[in-house]
T-cell receptor, first 112, second 107 residues
Framework: NAGVTQTPKFQVLKTGQSMTLQCAQD?????MYWYRQDPGMGLRLIYY???????DKGEVPNGYNVSRLNKREFSLRLESAAPSQTSVYFC???????????FGSGTRLTVV | LAKTTQPISMDSYEGQEVNITCSHN???????ITWYQQFPSQGPRFIIQ???TKVTNEVASLFIPADRKSSTLSLPRVSLSDTAVYYC????????FGKGTRLHILP
């Protein structure tokens, strides 16, 4: 049982480059989320998808876009990476919005 | 927007019971309280969730008073491996993690 799988695990980008972070869950969960975590900080919500076909902004959506491709997959895109987007990105899913989340192992992104 | 407040850090010793209290003064009637644990370089892990009174599982207990303006996570007989960051969340339609409580267990 894989749970939540994120790819890639590590990535280095140059300023201005674009990339997509992939997330897939195999638990048939309805809701999916993208967070970022900076050193010594808590997690900040970027975007979430309460159910297939819907997406909403979180606390820090600027510079990001998301796609809920199907019930399993929720991707995060950086169109023009900036050094301020250097962070660890976590994807999570839950059966319902008010129930316990399952997190992936994270993607460590460095923008130089 | 339900916002939580918890201590930034705590130290304890192996074998002790640790209680971490979280304040959520503006919690809404339908909000649940959820606690997560995060080890370095890993994603947070769900520990326990409750609505009122007391909830217990194999890992922890959660105490919620009648007014629900606070909650206490209780970890019985902690070990070195319980050193982690613990987050308290009160459900909102945009799930907000604060900075959590950095728990350091000493031998």
């Amino acid at each position: 049982n894989a749970g939540v799988t994120q790819t890639p695990k590590f990535q280095v980008l140059k300023t201005g480059q674009s990339m997509t972070l992939q997330c897939a869950q195999d638990m048939n969960h309805n809701s999916m989320y993208w967070y970022r975590q900076d050193p010594g900080m808590g997690l900040r919500l970027i975007y979430y998808s309460a159910s297939e076909g819907t997406t909403d902004k979180g606390e820090v959506p600027n510079g990001y876009n998301v796609s809920r491709l199907n019930k399993r997959e929720f991707s995060l895109r950086l169109e023009s990476a900036a050094p301020s987007q250097t962070s660890v990105y976590f994807c999570a899913s839950s059966e319902y919005q008010d129930y316990g989340y399952t997190f992936g192992s994270g993607t460590r992104l460095t923008v130089v | 927007l339900a916002k939580t407040t918890q201590p930034i850090s705590m130290d304890s010793y192996e074998g002790q019971e640790v209680n971490i209290t979280c304040s959520h003064n503006n919690i809404a009637t339908n909000d649940y309280i959820t606690w997560y644990q995060q080890f370095p370089s890993q994603g947070p892990r769900f520990i326990i969730q409750g609505y009122k009174t007391k909830v217990t599982n194999e890992v922890a207990s959660l105490f919620i008073p009648a007014d629900r303006k606070s909650s206490t996570l209780s970890l019985p007989r902690v070990s070195l491996s319980d050193t982690a960051v613990y987050y308290c969340l009160a459900f909102d339609d945009k799930i907000i993690f604060g900075k959590g409580t950095r728990l350091h267990i000493l031998p």
